[in-house]
């Protein structure tokens, strides 16, 4: 009898194991936010393309944007995969615990079974009162009671353990069918998601025979480009040396006032050393042990001209402490050209980007991405250009057809500082470069935050 209500007991426990194991959250519910994600990012592609379209000529954007949606199905495929793979695992682990569930059932069936048989055995009220009244003692009497009573609630309890068992499986049954539902609603999703593909490679391969029919056009947009990026960097490495060349010229200042208050100080020291020089000679003997104690080796970083002052080092710092945190240049836009160097597919060609091009709608707003100040505005072949100085980096917006800050001006992050102009193929178009001191372009897509 011990032993039965031992049993009783750890499937009790199993039971509630498995109650509260439905409840505990997996990680599905991210891969179905990111799901949504890229099926917004997808969208917002399809919308810059149809804009593209509507110039009635195959561009490189248009190739870049198609390679870009592309690239989102094939992510929003393998999420979908991933999807199924939940599922699957899901389906697998309800599986297992049902199969629990039914031998825990039969073992509590078997164990009630035994109970019930035992009850009838004894179901006569005189062998009750004949087993308590045979008690050698009255405590011993007392005890056959509790333990008649324990058992009531030990049957009690094992008719409850097997509705609650069954409860729980016919749960089980009903998330079971649930996921696969589920599974099959994926299934058909990722199906649809498949022929979207092909349409979308068909509609790739068709731009790229089109593009390879004006190569000569398209080699003259890039030599066009090359052009504009050469001008921009000779121009961006100018205003560095200029800015560099005056920082230099504070920092020489700087020091050369310093180095004047020094001999002023070591005058004035001199002077009362002669007053009382003993004394003076015990002073500087606790300042130079004091100052062996201070000196430690430590490792410093490497401080920059623009860094020689507390506001362009705590700019500085405060740019780096950003690093992939930026606020994006436009509210909306999808980036068709990338930084570095990369091939035209299926031409001979090749284009370099410093920085990024974003496409976006004519007119609309640029903002600083970061607290700085502006260090140079010029117009570049009709367009203008903005440099912004933060510390020792340096963001470039170019392509404005107007501006609204002018150079020296502090400039906030999130700051309107100009509107977007019609690029090469008429549609908008900024292009944005982040680079440091020593003319180093950096990859602006590590240093906006994700999108």
Request: charged residues 30%; glycine residues 4%.
């Amino acid at each position: 009898m011990r032993l039965l209500l031992l049993s009783t007991i750890v499937i009790s426990f199993s039971v509630t194991a498995l109650a509260q194991a439905q409840a505990q959250p997996t990680s599905k519910e991210d891969i179905q936010k990111r799901a949504q994600e890229l099926l917004k990012q997808i969208e917002d592609v399809r919308k810059s393309l149809d804009v593209t379209k509507k110039n009635k000529k195959e561009t490189l954007a248009q190739l870049a944007l198609i390679q870009q949606k592309i690239a989102l199905r094939n992510q929003l495929i393998r999420n979908i995969n991933g999807q199924i793979e939940h599922i699957e695992d899901d389906m697998t682990t309800i599986k297992h615990e049902i199969n629990q569930l039914k031998k825990e059932l039969d073992t509590l069936k078997e164990q009630y079974a035994k109970s019930i048989v035992y009850a009838y055995k004894n179901r006569s009220n005189y062998d009750m009162l004949n087993f308590i009244f045979s008690a050698s003692n009255f405590n011993d009497a007392l005890k056959r009671i509790t333990y008649l009573q324990a058992y009531r609630n030990y049957r009690a309890q094992q008719a409850e353990n097997i509705k609650n068992t069954q409860r729980i499986l016919i749960q089980k049954y009903s998330s079971l069918d649930v996921n696969k539902a589920r599974k099959g609603e994926v299934l058909q999703e990722e199906t649809i998601q498949q022929k979207e593909l092909q349409v979308e490679k068909t509609e790739k391969n068709q731009v790229i025979t089109k593009l390879q029919q004006k190569e000569k056009e398209l080699a003259a947009e890039i030599a066009a480009r090359e052009r504009q990026r050469l001008k921009l960097r000779n121009t961006l490495n100018a205003i560095i040396k200029r800015e560099r060349d005056e920082a230099i010229r504070r920092e020489k200042e700087i020091a050369k006032r310093k180095e004047e208050d020094r001999k002023k100080q070591e005058a004035i020291a001199k002077a009362n050393a002669a007053k009382n020089k003993a004394s003076t000679k015990d002073s500087s003997f606790k300042t130079n042990i004091a100052s062996t104690v201070i000196k430690k080796p430590v490792k410093t970083r490497i401080y920059s001209v623009f860094e020689s002052t507390a506001e362009g080092l705590a700019t500085s710092t405060g740019f780096e402490n950003n690093r992939g945190r930026l606020s994006w240049p436009v509210a909306s836009g999808i980036v068709v050209g990338k930084q570095g160097t990369h091939s035209i597919e299926g031409t001979h060609l090749t284009e370099t980007n410093d920085g990024i091009r974003i496409e976006t709608s004519v007119g609309a707003t640029v903002k600083n991405v970061f607290e700085g100040v502006v260090t140079g505005v010029f117009d570049l072949e009709g367009e203008f250009t903005i440099i912004i100085r933060h510390g020792k980096y340096l963001t470039t917006y170019s392509n404005l057809a107007t501006v609204s800050v002018t150079k020296g001006q502090q400039v906030k992050a999130g700051q309107a500082i100009g509107k977007i102009a019609a690029g090469l193929n008429d549609s908008g178009e900024l292009t944005f470069m982040i680079s440091s001191e020593n003319s180093k372009f950096l990859d602006p897509l590590n240093w906006l935050r994700p999108r």
